[in-house]
C-alpha cells in the first residue's frame, strides 16, 4: 500500500514564498514521475510542474520562473519550491505520482491574500 503525505501549504501575502512537501511511503520498488497539481474552486485540476526518475522537469507557464520542482529519491519526496506567489495561485496542491500505478495526496491548501 502507497500513502502520500504533504506539508507546507498556508496562508502568505502576495509575493511570499512557500515550499512543499510530498513524501511517498509503503511498499515501493522506484517512483517514475512525481509531480503536483492544484485546483482552484469552481475550476478543473491542473498540472503544476512534474519531474521524472532522470530529473527532467516539466511546468505549467502560468509558474515558469517562480516555482521550482525537485526530488530526493533516497527519502521518496517531492518538493515544490514557491516564489513571487500571486492570489491566482491560490488552491488545494495535489502531490500525484507514478509507481506500478498513479496514486495522489490528500491535498494541501495555499492561500496567496493580495
Known amino acids: 500500500q502507497v500513502q502520500l503525505v504533504e506539508s507546507g501549504g498556508g496562508l502568505v501575502q502576495a509575493g511570499g514564498s512557500l515550499r512543499l512537501s510530498c513524501v511517498v511511503s509503503g511498499t515501493i520498488l522506484s517512483i517514475n514521475a512525481m509531480g503536483w497539481y492544484r485546483q482552484a474552486p469552481g475550476k478543473q485540476r491542473e498540472l503544476v510542474a512534474t519531474i521524472a526518475s532522470g530529473g527532467n522537469t516539466n511546468y505549467a507557464d502560468s509558474v515558469k520562473g517562480r516555482f521550482t520542482i525537485s526530488r530526493n529519491n533516497a527519502k521518496n519526496t517531492v518538493y515544490l519550491q514557491m516564489n513571487s506567489l500571486k492570489p491566482e495561485d491560490t488552491a488545494v496542491y495535489y502531490c500525484?505520482?507514478?509507481?506500478?500505478?498513479?496514486?495522489w495526496g490528500q491535498g494541501t491548501q495555499v492561500t496567496v491574500s493580495s
Open positions: 500525484h505520482v507514478v509507481i506500478n500505478y498513479a496514486y
